[in-house]
């Protein structure tokens, strides 16, 4: 394994975001390209709105990222990018979606959430290296909101930071989603790989 | 085309999860029976089993319980079978009776045990080490550290288990059964036919006299089974130099990174243990000979860490030993943590790991009763008759979420079952009216033998059995009050209603919870009696309505002009639907699922039809 240079994904989203299934794509992706990978999912309450956290390790044994491991950060929503950045190593690369998704106590006014502006500091404060996009929009203008996910990776593969390209994201897609689904994640992939020119 | 998980399609590479895998090497096994109960993390196993159940060529069940489970599995492996049983950590509890006999009667057809361990609860609520068991027993133990091992070790766990008839565990912890790495598939032979029962009693009825007998074969069985761990594939050793790191299960996969992060790779010895028991007590010594010290990583309890202390003490080394001094005895590890171990026992300096900074006290995500789940329904009902004034029994299941405010319907829980006999129990002690909760699956998996109880030894009991049609929690399987599954209607239901019935419940009541003034009505009547009295509270889980019969409510809420900022319908309902927006209740229509519960609660809100 010591001939891949290792990198380290940290990924954090919302129960029902689609973490996962973003998750398994990219680790399908690595592996098409013949690399080693492996990833890891924590999900035990998930589908009742909790955080969802996953890794993807190329070149690496584990399937686990601890503090300042991961090379970088997929935020699915602001306020989980801004909780997971002790994941991330200093000067690491991130990208977040700009969208909430508030949580009950913000739902119901009892607590407030951190503005855009505070999460851009926090992390401004890490790493020069960070992209902030709107998901949830992106995936809508591509036919269907859970397609954000796939917008974000498509602004990772673009960005050249790690091994996987915009090509090779679009051709797991092909050949791993039910083909209903395949367009509309092709054209979110696309629409957040423009985002990263 | 068959599903490529039982395909025979040598030399294919999938990717799986580590739970598919399991699967795939039972299947390369030739496994014709297997048996569970689920649990996280161990559900996918079976989930995946059931789901290619109908073109596969083994039998499946989900059996009511552990326990059930194990012996189902015990049974068909004493009839000849080569069967797989699968639950979490905690269902060993259940299933510990029959284990400890099972490995003394030994195993002709071959059993394996998976046991899915939760260091760090990431959803349990205990991180207990199975190992353990497994040395009570007199088991051999293999522990996976990566997607291709999980599906090797199964085929030849299993096979190894056939080969000495001698019940076998693999131990896996939550981070290998979700962990998504390549598998390079091998044969998938025709698993044929079980080779059926022989009459021997001597040694498959334990009473005292062949008891004796049984657990000297056991030993002798455990000699043999040291022989085959000396010569494992899974056990190696590698690298030089006079310090030696040993290592189990998914800590071996951090201590590989670990290493390779130090720079250390080859410069120490490293004991791989996939096969981590019985101890290959030769291989040790020999790998211990020469060390100065030896550090031992395993996460949770120092048990390979013990058994190495007393090799070295019995062979008089001179070795200094390492292991929960250096590494914690609870949670998980992480690859710096091991790295840092690894460091400090080599004389170097550790690493301190600079990480960026986050936000402490974010708002949380609590886990949450989902948007139309029918248990807001009968905990708001509760409340609303009974308010403080009983106490809460609460079960395992979504609905011990009941517990969070402004529901507040869990005062106590033991483990799954334990709301009707430990209710029944704080009843008599405490002299205050006890309601009880427990979910279909948990009824029939251990709350009817505590309900039989309860009306032999005339308990004071309220009993709110939650029949959301599901076994909700652990991802929505089967249990035997369902309609349906999601290969169709359930042919043989078990009611509910006649299960109580039959224990002798005399009365009994059934209203759906999302009604809420029959649901108050049925509990006031029920506040007045005295005696064991059970109220079904049937609805179907509104994920299980969409996922399994593809059903779901035409309409959904929205809060009309008149809403007076009271927002009583957040206060009490705790609905993930709604929300404050500006000085007015909102409700998410995505969310909704169209319950109507708040309809009951405020004036202002109304139904429209959805989208
Ligand atoms: C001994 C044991 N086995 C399995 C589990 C895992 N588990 C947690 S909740 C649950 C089932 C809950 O189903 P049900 O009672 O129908 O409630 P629901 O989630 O549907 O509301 C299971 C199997 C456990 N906690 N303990
Ligand atoms: S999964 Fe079903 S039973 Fe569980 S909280 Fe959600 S609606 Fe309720």
Redesign the pocket.
Known sequence: MSDVKPIRIFMTGVGGQGTLTATTLLTQTVLHLGLPVTSGEIHGMA??GGVVESTVLIGCKSPKIGHGEADVLLGFEPMETLRALPYLKPGGTVFSSSEYMLPLSVATGRETCPSLDEVETAVKACTDDFRFLPCQTLGLEAGAVQAGNIALLGALAASGKTPVTVEAMAEAIRANMKAKIVDVNLKALELGAKQDA | MPHPLLADNPGETHLLLGNEAIVRGAVEAGIQVVTCYPGTPSSEAPDTFFRLSPEGKYYFEYSVNEKVALEVGGGATLAGALTLTTMKHVGVNVAADPLMTLCYTGAPGGFVLLSADDPGCHSSQNEQDNRIYARLGGMPVFEPSTAQEAKDMTRDALAMSKKHEAPVMLRTTTRVNHLRGPVEFGNAPDPGKAKGFTKNPSRFVPIPAFSRRMHLELLDRLDALREEAEKSPYNTVSGAGEIGIAASGISRAYLCDALENAGLKGKVKVFDLGMSYPLPETMALDFMKGLKKLLVVEELEPVLENELRVLAQKNSLDIEIFGKNLLPQNGEFTVTMVENAVREVAGEQAVTVDCCEGRDNLPMRPPN??A?????GAFFATREVFGDDAIYSSDI???T?GLLPPLSCADFLLCMGSSVSAGGGAALAAGQTVVAFIGDSTFFHSGLSGLANAVFNQHDLLLVILD?Y?T??TG?QPNPGVHHTVLGENPSRVDIAKSCEGVGVEVIRKVNPLNRKKTVAALEELKDMKGVRVLIAEEP????ARRITRQSKPQVAYVTENCSGRYECLEKLACPAIYKDGDKAAVNELLCSGCMLCLQICPNIKAKKRG
């Open positions: 589908q009742r | 009763l989902c139309g789940c029918p248990h807001r299941g979504c609905y979420l959301n599901t909700a929690m929505h889980c509104p994920l299980y």
